[in-house]
Protein backbone atom coordinates (compact mmCIF):
# COMPACT_ATOMS: atom_id res chain seq x y z
CA UNK A 1 0.00 0.00 0.00
CA UNK A 2 2.67 2.27 0.67
CA UNK A 3 4.29 1.58 -3.30
CA UNK A 4 0.82 2.25 -4.13
CA UNK A 5 0.47 5.56 -2.94
CA UNK A 6 4.36 6.51 -3.79
CA UNK A 7 3.79 5.34 -7.10
CA UNK A 8 0.30 7.23 -8.03
CA UNK A 9 -1.01 3.39 -8.65
CA UNK A 10 -4.93 3.13 -8.79
CA UNK A 11 -5.29 6.82 -7.03
CA UNK A 12 -9.23 6.01 -6.88
CA UNK A 13 -8.95 2.70 -5.02
CA UNK A 14 -8.76 3.94 -1.28
CA UNK A 15 -9.35 1.13 1.08
CA UNK A 16 -8.11 2.96 4.51
CA UNK A 17 -10.89 5.27 3.66
CA UNK A 18 -13.66 3.48 3.05
CA UNK A 19 -12.88 1.50 6.18
CA UNK A 20 -13.01 4.84 7.84
CA UNK A 21 -16.44 5.76 6.42
CA UNK A 22 -17.17 2.50 7.77
CA UNK A 23 -15.78 3.13 10.87
CA UNK A 24 -17.74 6.53 11.71
CA UNK A 25 -21.45 4.96 10.44
CA UNK A 26 -20.63 1.84 13.07
CA UNK A 27 -19.76 3.67 15.74
CA UNK A 28 -19.77 7.24 15.32
CA UNK A 29 -16.15 7.80 14.99
CA UNK A 30 -13.05 6.95 12.73
CA UNK A 31 -9.31 6.13 13.72
CA UNK A 32 -5.89 8.20 13.02
CA UNK A 33 -4.75 7.19 10.03
CA UNK A 34 -1.37 5.95 11.60
CA UNK A 35 -3.77 3.75 13.75
CA UNK A 36 -5.02 1.81 10.16
CA UNK A 37 -1.69 1.26 8.87
CA UNK A 38 -0.58 -0.24 12.09
CA UNK A 39 -3.63 -2.64 12.36
CA UNK A 40 -2.91 -2.98 8.72
CA UNK A 41 0.73 -4.08 9.44
CA UNK A 42 -0.15 -6.17 12.22
CA UNK A 43 -2.82 -8.15 10.48
CA UNK A 44 -0.45 -9.04 7.54
CA UNK A 45 2.83 -9.26 9.58
CA UNK A 46 1.48 -11.01 13.06
CA UNK A 47 -1.55 -12.69 12.00
CA UNK A 48 -1.44 -13.64 8.23
CA UNK A 49 2.21 -14.90 9.60
CA UNK A 50 1.09 -16.75 12.14
CA UNK A 51 -2.11 -18.29 10.16
CA UNK A 52 0.27 -18.92 7.67
CA UNK A 53 2.79 -20.81 10.30
CA UNK A 54 0.49 -22.83 11.34
CA UNK A 55 -1.13 -24.07 8.08
CA UNK A 56 1.87 -24.47 6.30
CA UNK A 57 2.18 -28.15 6.49
CA UNK A 58 -1.17 -28.81 4.80
CA UNK A 59 -1.10 -26.22 2.11
CA UNK A 60 -1.16 -28.03 -1.09
CA UNK A 61 2.24 -27.56 -2.90
CA UNK A 62 5.45 -29.27 -2.73
CA UNK A 63 7.70 -25.63 -2.00
CA UNK A 64 7.33 -22.48 -0.51
CA UNK A 65 6.03 -20.75 -3.22
CA UNK A 66 3.36 -23.18 -4.19
CA UNK A 67 2.19 -23.21 -1.06
CA UNK A 68 2.28 -19.52 -0.37
CA UNK A 69 0.08 -19.18 -3.46
CA UNK A 70 -2.33 -21.18 -2.56
CA UNK A 71 -2.34 -19.42 0.99
CA UNK A 72 -2.79 -15.74 -0.81
CA UNK A 73 -5.32 -16.76 -3.39
CA UNK A 74 -7.44 -18.14 -0.38
CA UNK A 75 -7.10 -15.02 1.37
CA UNK A 76 -7.67 -12.89 -1.56
CA UNK A 77 -11.33 -14.67 -2.00
CA UNK A 78 -12.06 -14.52 1.24
CA UNK A 79 -11.33 -10.58 1.12
CA UNK A 80 -13.28 -10.44 -1.98
CA UNK A 81 -16.05 -12.07 -0.54
CA UNK A 82 -16.39 -10.37 3.18
CA UNK A 83 -13.92 -7.39 3.68
CA UNK A 84 -14.44 -5.17 0.49
CA UNK A 85 -17.79 -5.65 0.63
CA UNK A 86 -18.04 -4.83 4.41
CA UNK A 87 -16.36 -1.66 3.58
CA UNK A 88 -18.74 -1.15 1.57
CA UNK A 89 -17.09 -1.58 -2.27
CA UNK A 90 -18.73 -4.70 -2.86
CA UNK A 91 -17.56 -8.21 -3.83
CA UNK A 92 -14.20 -8.19 -5.44
CA UNK A 93 -14.05 -4.51 -4.71
CA UNK A 94 -16.42 -4.12 -7.79
CA UNK A 95 -18.55 -1.05 -6.48
CA UNK A 96 -15.03 1.27 -6.02
CA UNK A 97 -14.04 3.95 -8.00
CA UNK A 98 -11.60 1.44 -9.40
CA UNK A 99 -13.97 -1.18 -10.23
CA UNK A 100 -11.40 -4.75 -11.00
CA UNK A 101 -8.41 -3.01 -11.11
CA UNK A 102 -8.93 -2.67 -7.28
CA UNK A 103 -9.62 -6.31 -6.57
CA UNK A 104 -6.80 -7.55 -9.07
CA UNK A 105 -4.30 -5.02 -7.28
CA UNK A 106 -5.19 -6.63 -4.40
CA UNK A 107 -4.54 -9.83 -5.86
CA UNK A 108 -0.88 -8.77 -6.83
CA UNK A 109 -0.08 -7.60 -3.50
CA UNK A 110 -1.74 -10.38 -1.51
CA UNK A 111 0.15 -13.09 -3.94
CA UNK A 112 3.39 -11.01 -3.82
CA UNK A 113 3.60 -11.55 0.05
CA UNK A 114 2.40 -14.52 0.39
CA UNK A 115 4.52 -16.35 -1.93
CA UNK A 116 7.20 -14.45 -0.56
CA UNK A 117 6.41 -15.53 2.93
CA UNK A 118 5.93 -19.10 1.70
CA UNK A 119 9.36 -19.18 -0.13
CA UNK A 120 10.99 -17.50 2.94
CA UNK A 121 9.55 -20.31 5.19
CA UNK A 122 10.73 -22.79 3.11
CA UNK A 123 14.21 -21.72 3.47
CA UNK A 124 14.01 -21.61 7.53
CA UNK A 125 12.48 -25.34 6.85
CA UNK A 126 15.53 -26.45 5.53
CA UNK A 127 17.39 -24.48 7.82
CA UNK A 128 15.76 -25.98 10.48
CA UNK A 129 14.55 -22.87 11.83
CA UNK A 130 10.48 -22.94 12.33
Known sequence: ??????LGILPAFQPYDSVQTTLVAAFGTGLPPSVLWILSFLNGAVV????????????????GATKG??????GWIAMGLLFFPMIGMGFFAAQSPAGAAASLLSLAMI??????????????ERAGKP
Do not use: D, E
Not at 48 to 63: D, E, K, M, V
Not at 69 to 74: K, P
Open 69 to 74: LVFGLT
Open 1 to 6: MFLKAR
Open 48 to 63: LGFLFGQAYRWLPGTC
Open 111 to 124: VTYSVTMGMVYAAL
